[in-house]
């Protein structure tokens, strides 16, 4: 939000400083704006930058959008429509970039371009993620409730990634990632429950 109040220009961008674009993702993303189909857009996916780390790649690529190619996040979007939202809710912790669409219930469009993305890459970031992403959920209870389910969560989420991308090095590391996501998201769940805290400590 204090970017935006220094910024000028039509069109906002919202990107992490964590993300590397493609030559063309500038112009790709604003094509469709500018061409009036939708007030803002999302780029499809986010491919890995850092695949050689095996904690990395099993953090997998980012799906922006649904199978209509739509999404609830703005990566671009035109400043009438930011301010008519009123701007990012940072209280939504990880959820936060969802807060537009929370206000204005206007989908982003996807748009095929090039975005790379540097995962977490250790142990450590990644108990720090998945807890946050955890403490961010819409409904924590609901997933402290599923926690029994966590070791089929994980076995799940292991035949869905290696589908996309296989190898006998994350067939067995996988499934350990996994119940370390899920049960990052139970721990962050129960944080926020019990002591309201979003933010990892």
Known sequence: ????????????????????LGKEYIKDMIRPIVNGERI???????????KNNI????????????????????AAILREYYHKAGGFSPELGYADDQSLYEVLRINSLGVKTEI???????LSSIWRHHRWVGASLKYPPLMIAMAPLIPLLALYKTARQLREDFSFSLMLFLPVYNL???TGY?????????LGRIYPK
């Open 116 to 122: 790379y993305h540097h995962n977490p890459d250790t």
């Open 55 to 74: 904690w990395a790649r099993a953090f997998g690529v980012r799906t922006c959008v649904d199978e209509n190619n739509e999404g609830i996040i703005f």
């Open 186 to 194: 139970f721990v962050g769940a129960l944080r926020k429950v019990v």
């Open 1 to 20: 939000n204090l970017a935006v109040k220094n910024s000028k220009g039509k069109i906002l961008f919202f990107e992490g400083a964590d993300t590397m």
């Open 40 to 50: 803002g857009t999302m780029h499809v996916e986010e491919k890995v930058a850092n």
């Open 180 to 182: 370390i996501r899920y």
